[in-house]
C-alpha cells in the first residue's frame, strides 16, 4: 500500500499506514442465514463475527455462486457527506464559488442500505430519482475525539456506495432525511476492502453502460480521516458505522428498468437496477 501525503485546510500532512494487509470480506446469505466471510477467488471463508470485530474464520467455506451477497456493512450510523467534490457543487447546483469552511454533514436511517444483488426502489410520488457514486468506509473501532493524526487508525476498510437521491423532495423538504435515507436508496457493496489507500482510489459511475461520472478521492474537499476527526468531536462512532463520501460532477435521473454501475479502483463494481414501487 503506497505512502501519500493529505492536506486538509491548513497545511497539515497525513500518512496512510503501510502495514495494513488486503483483504476482502463479504456479508452473505444462505438458506435464511446471514454472514460475514472472506472472500478468496470464488470461495468464500465463514467468519465467527464482523471482521472488524476480529472475526475469525469458522472453518466451513461456501462458493460465491451459491449465495446472495448482502450489503458488506452492518452499521448503527451511516454518516453523509453533501457538496463534498467541488464538481458536484458547480455541476450539479451551480455553486461556483467554494465557500466551504465545515463538512456537510448528514445522516440516514441505516434502513435505507441494501446489497449489491438488490434493486433500488422508486417510491410512489418520486419523479426526479438521481444516482450518486460514492465510496464509504467502515469505522473498526470506538471513536471519540479522535486527533486529525490519528483518524486512519479508526478506518478499518472502504466500500461503494450509490446515494439514490430524490431531488424534489431534496429541494422542497426542509431536511433530507427522505430524500436520501428512503426504504431500498442505497446500494453498498459489493466487498469491503481493507489495505486500500482510500485517499488516492478512481471512482467511476455508468448509467446504462455509459460514463456519466468519474473522479479521484484525491479530490473530496473532506477526505475520510478529517471526516472521522471532524464527526468524532460530536457523536461516537462505533465499529461498523459508515461514512459516505459525497459525490462528484453531476447526476442524472433514472427511470424504472435503468441501471447505474459504479467501479472502484481495488474494490470492483456496484450495479443496481431501479425498479418502481407498486
Same mark, same amino acid.
Do not use: C
Given at each position: 500500500?503506497?505512502?501519500k501525503?493529505?492536506? +486538509? ?13 488486503a ?30 470485530? &476480529? ?13 446472495? #451477497? ?7 450510523l ?31 436511517? +441505516?434502513?435505507?442500505?441494501?446489497g449489491?444483488? &438488490? ?23 470506538r471513536?471519540?475525539? +479522535? ?35 428512503s ?8 466487498? #469491503? ?75 470492483g ?10
Amino acid at each position: 500500500m503506497k505512502l501519500k501525503s493529505i492536506l +486538509v485546510g491548513a497545511t497539515m500532512a497525513l500518512t496512510i499506514s503501510a502495514s495494513a494487509s488486503a483483504a476482502n470480506y463479504v456479508r452473505y446469505e444462505q438458506n435464511g442465514t446471514t454472514s460475514w466471510g472472506e472472500i478468496v477467488g470464488s470461495t468464500i471463508h465463514q467468519l465467527r463475527a464482523a471482521p472488524y470485530l &476480529d472475526g475469525t474464520r469458522t472453518g466451513s467455506s461456501v462458493q460465491r455462486a451459491d449465495v446472495t #451477497l448482502k450489503a458488506p456493512v452492518d452499521p448503527k450510523l451511516s454518516f453523509m457527506t453533501a457538496f463534498n467534490y467541488s464538481s458536484h457543487k458547480k455541476e450539479t447546483f451551480g455553486i461556483t464559488q467554494d465557500t466551504t469552511k465545515k463538512p456537510g454533514l448528514f445522516t440516514v436511517p +441505516v434502513g435505507s442500505i441494501i446489497g449489491p444483488e &438488490d434493486a433500488m426502489v422508486r417510491p410512489k410520488g418520486a419523479t426526479n430519482f438521481h444516482y450518486e457514486a460514492e465510496m464509504v468506509v467502515v469505522i473498526g473501532k470506538r471513536a471519540e475525539n +479522535v486527533a486529525l493524526e490519528d483518524a486512519s487508525d479508526y478506518i478499518f476498510g472502504v466500500t461503494i456506495g450509490n446515494d439514490g437521491s430524490e431531488r424534489d423532495w431534496q429541494a422542497n423538504d426542509i431536511q433530507w432525511t427522505r430524500a436520501k435515507g428512503s426504504r431500498d436508496f442505497n446500494p453498498v457493496g459489493p466487498h #469491503l476492502v481493507t489495505g486500500l489507500d482510500y485517499t488516492d482510489l478512481d471512482i467511476e459511475g455508468r448509467h446504462n453502460g455509459v460514463k456519466s461520472q468519474g473522479a479521484n478521492s484525491s479530490g473530496m474537499i473532506f477526505n475520510f480521516n478529517y471526516m472521522v476527526h471532524y464527526i468524532s468531536q460530536y457523536f461516537t462512532l462505533e465499529p461498523g458505522d459508515v461514512i459516505w463520501s459525497g459525490t462528484m460532477g453531476d447526476t442524472g435521473p433514472m427511470q424504472p428498468g435503468d441501471t447505474y454501475e459504479i467501479t472502484v479502483e481495488g474494490i470492483g463494481s456496484l450495479k443496481n437496477r431501479l425498479v418502481q414501487e407498486k
